[in-house]
């Protein structure tokens, strides 16, 4: 397809074949093959707790891989290809800056460390030991519909992904009756979901998703070979030279792709979008309940800790592959060199009749589906199913399981037998999965998907407050928990409302009812200059604050209120501090023997860092790599800001090197790392199923909570 590598340039050949008997075989083999593990779990599912949770008996490199993979997603991966093609390298630069927080973040396990102390398998269940249990149910139904109405575009995204790709047609004929094929693979891809997340419950989304992950890993690392063609590996006859992307990626003024700091003109995603996805990464850690089941399967709670530190190393040729297909896209669609290319990239897109928003999201698509060659082809796909199958096992079993644990349970006075519980779970997941199918068919998309996530997600911005100061402050209120959901929520659903309603894009929605009832002279000028945009066609006029800005009011107005509401409720109205101790299964409540305290035997700069006699020395190995790979890029961060700062701005030369320099090393890095995950997560998996096999059944390990407790056990405030 390309070699980053080589100076010769070649014509790119165009596939007008599509996919082959080889690219469905591939495909096909896949799919048997994971049908074949799932059906091997499901002889270890037994009760609810292997269920909701395998029981908690998952090791870190199992964690790490099949949760990765369940987070990279076609609609990700699409999100990716969107924002890099619109923004460049600048996402890779704000990521340096990240990076710190992020790793911070896993050094001290934010959250995720106290939240599986507490033992609970969901958000809301934490919510009933921490505040109460009308809390419980009133945070459960709000997590509950944000949750699916943020699944609901999933499939829609991952199909349309498919039929970009596989170059499916709008309708096909069968049986004598015409078929819409995009509801036809909805439906089986959503079907597809339901069944691997019904039969085995999270052990087999776990073993399944490990098991993809591992294809998936080892898949990038050929895609980044095929990309950068080494050797004489010569299957598509063409190339794409370094120098031919530094022709053809902008370094226009003001929407640069090199230069991080002259991106004013690029909308959307510009500096503000970075930096408001920093204070959420803080902010929102572990309020997200999209992978449930795996915050509480770890085997401890210095597993789930290892396992974050362990996403640094996992993703390299995931990034990679992530960053190097829509780079090799912007240089075939802004290159004279690849005109007729491009005329057949854009010639496909037009014939399939979607709007022009779907048009952008799937220009990335159409243009590898037109370019790589059959095998190459099959591969990709597989992988891309893989991703979708992945997530959507994992999110339906997440919101399927919180709905029946959050909303259902609570209002029952009656328990139910394992069995009764067990069946009452698959069935909201395939509940989750109808719905999933009327939304995608029928919702409207007018957003970036990454838009679409922040505004979604918004509506239950009051849980990072509940949740951290629930977990950190003895002081947090119930009544201002209360408070910034329902503030919250409000606010997201009226934002979401309003860009539904703005424009139809045929002249008529509530913005241009202002400009006729209103003389508001911003909302004419929006009109004016949208439909100036697109000579004699009406374009789509969007809601002036996108989905980043929204999700951010809410989450201001959720930790103001929270703090604010909770001292009224401690000074003024007397609330007794809460007893974290005890809800934390710390000192004599540590009946599980799973706390391990600080000790006097480790030297203070490994304390101050969190480093506890739990930690082998491969355990402190990987702890230190990670902190001098992030503190290694801060660096290079901070020196390239200097210099753009202080020494009139760094040479577009410069930027170029720089991150020519990223990809060579990314990329040895990646192939490193993909055969060290699979040595690990073969023995973790291994591991798995010895844990399964040799665990005691505790069929009162269900979610629910007694006296304030879990399963049984007291816990309340005191």
Known sequence: MMDLLCSTVRKVEINTAGMQTLDWAIVIGMIVFLIGVLLYCNRYMRNVADFLAASRCAGRYVLSISSGVAGFAVINSVAGFEMFYKAGFASQWWGMLSSPVSLILALVAWVSYRFRETRCFTLAQFYEVRYSRKFRMGAGILTWISGVVNYGIFPAVSVRFFMFFCRFPEYFDFLGISWNTYGVLLFIAIGLGVFFAICGGQIAIMVSDFIQGIFCNIAFVVFIFFIFKLGDWDVSGGYISWQQVTEAISMEPGASQINPF??????????????????????????????????????????????GILGTWRGMAQGLMLLLFPLAVIVIMHHNDFLPVKE????????????????????????????????????????MFAAMLSTDDTYMHSWGSIFIQDVLMPFRKKPLTPKQHIWLLRSSVIFVGVFAWFFSFFFRQTEYVYMFFAVTGAIVSGAGAALIGGLYWKRGGTIAAWVTYIVSAVLAIAGIVLQQVWDYGDGTGLVYWLAEHTNWQWVQNNIANATSAISGVNAMVKFPINGQWIHFICVAASVILYVVISLIEHYVFGKPDFNLEKMLHRGKYDTANEHVEQSSEVGWLARRLGITKEFTLGDKIIYGATIL?????????????????????????????????????????????????????????????????NSIQNDADDGSVVDGGNAGESASAE
């Open 344 to 383: 057949a990239i854009e010639a496909t897109l037009n014939n399939t009749g979607v709007s022009a928003q779907l048009k952008e999201q799937g220009l990335v698509t159409t243009a590898l589906s037109l370019i790589m060659p059959s095998g190459l082809l099959g591969l990709f796909v597989a992988v």
């Open 629 to 693: 790979w992030t503190l290694f890029w801060f660096l290079v961060f901070i020196v390239f800001t200097i210099w753009q700062f202080a020494f009139n701005g760094v040479p577009n030369e410069w930027w170029l090197r720089l991150w020519h320099f990223k990809i060579y090393l990314t990329l040895i890095l990646g192939v490193g790392c993909t055969i060290w995950f699979l040595i690990g997560g073969i023995i973790d998996v291994v591991g798995l199923f010895k844990a399964l096999a």
């Open 262 to 307: 002259d991106t004013n003109k690029i909308k959307d995603f510009d500096i503000y979008y970075y930096i408001l996805g920093i204070i959420f990464a803080i902010y929102g850690r572990g309020s997200w309940q999209g992978g449930m089941g795996y915050g509480a399967a770890a085997k401890s709670p210095h597993e789930s800790r290892m396992a």
